[in-house]
């Protein structure tokens, strides 16, 4: 059993910073990878940012210069930093992650998602 869960969500003023943070817990062997998705009213949800283990950091190009994904091994957790916030952030905001586990063929990857956390950027 895996849970993942998201916080850090909230409104803030056009050209404020939120921090976002996921925490994976469980039966966990290693993670793969972790990243943020968003979704926001009336279209698919898109890739934000991710961040393989051991590679190198992922950002959608709308975010770039702008949000930095980090993540704590040791935790099993990964944030979002999130300045200069824009209206058109205006999402929920997932986070996945994806288990790596051994199995007697060899390797395992299975995808987890968090209950999303919404994030409003208004004045």
């Known amino acids: 059993q895996v849970q993942v869960e998201e916080s850090g969500g909230g409104l803030v003023q056009p050209g404020g910073s939120l921090r976002l943070s996921c925490a994976a817990s469980g039966t966990i062997f290693s993670i793969n990878a972790m990243g943020w998705y968003r979704q926001a009213a009336g279209k698919q949800r898109e890739l934000v940012a991710s961040?393989?283990?051991?590679?190198?950091?992922n950002y959608a190009d709308s975010v770039k210069g702008r949000f930095t994904i980090s993540r704590d091994n040791a935790k099993n957790t990964v944030y979002l930093q999130m300045n200069s916030l824009k209206p058109e952030d205006t999402a929920v905001y997932f986070c996945?992650?994806?288990?790596?586990?051994?199995?007697?063929?060899?390797?395992?990857?299975?995808?987890?998602w968090g209950q999303g956390t919404q994030v409003t950027v208004s004045s």
């Open positions: 996945s992650v994806v288990l790596r586990t051994p199995t007697s063929t060899g390797w395992s990857l299975q995808g987890y």
């Open positions: 961040i393989p283990s051991g590679g190198s950091r």
